[in-house]
């Protein structure tokens, strides 16, 4: 059980173009889900809290209009990568909340690369 | 001062050897402690939660000491498949809830 499930798994884009990142938690609600960055040898992290029915929390220095959040159902949150400039390449995984029992769970990840 | 922080290694060891990793956290109303695993290029994973007490799970064997904000991972007998890099995580209150925060990793090699 516990099963977020993150699509694509990797994507590769143009320079200038716009990409969708779907997180779902399958079998149970996430009303708080994570989306984290990382970069080639380093460690993860946090981009941005996202709540259900409500605006992202976005953390320092990620800028809310190029990573548009948007989470309208218990179970899916959506990240957005506006214009995405070959800087934008990393590896994208959100994290989901589950409530009983506590704990988080992770998606696998999105392997984005801007050309 | 990061608020996880890690020796990123690399720390390359013999099969069955014994190894130790230490993680410094600086937020003292943090409020659990987990030791995750990542392999290249994929999701971290839950290895395990780090309790207090001290805990242990067949070969790996992870300590708390709140006193001085560090918690450590033990590895017994490593395999060539304990080979990942091992993340220091944190539970912090905030806001709304808790979120983790992830130290920079400690890469582990094990070698034939």
């Known amino acids: 059980g516990a099963v977020v499930s993150q699509h694509p798994s990797r994507v590769i884009c143009k320079s200038g173009t716009s990409v969708k990142i779907e997180c779902r938690s399958l079998?149970?609600?996430?009303?708080?889900m994570f989306w984290y960055r990382q970069f080639p040898k380093q460690s993860l992290m946090l981009m941005a809290t996202?709540?259900?029915?409500?605006?992202?929390?976005?953390e320092q220095g990620v800028e809310k209009d190029k990573f548009l959040i948007n989470h309208a159902s218990l179970t899916l949150s959506t990240l957005t990568v506006t214009s995405a400039h070959p800087e934008d390449s990393s590896f994208y995984i959100c994290?989901?909340?589950?409530?009983?029992?506590?704990?988080?769970?992770f998606g696998s990840g999105t392997r984005l690369t801007v050309v | 001062r990061k608020e996880v922080e890690q020796d990123p290694g690399p720390f390359n060891v013999p099969e069955g050897a014994t190894v130790a990793f230490n993680c410094t956290y600086s937020n003292s109303a943090s409020q659990s402690f987990f030791w995750y695993r990542q392999d290249c290029r994929k999701e971290p994973k839950l290895l395990m939660s780090?309790?207090?007490s001290g805990n242990e799970d067949g070969r790996f064997t992870a300590q708390l000491n709140r006193a001085s904000q560090y918690i450590s991972l033990l590895i017994r007998d490593s395999k060539l498949s304990d080979s990942a890099t091992y993340l220091c995580v944190v539970n912090i209150p905030f806001r709304a809830g808790n979120m983790l925060t992830f130290g920079g990793g400690t890469r582990l090699m094990v070698k034939p």
């Open positions: 079998d149970f609600q996430a009303t708080t």
């Open positions: 996202s709540n259900e029915g409500s605006k992202a929390t976005y």
């Open positions: 780090v309790y207090s």
């Open positions: 994290s989901a909340i589950r409530t009983d029992p506590y704990g988080y769970t």
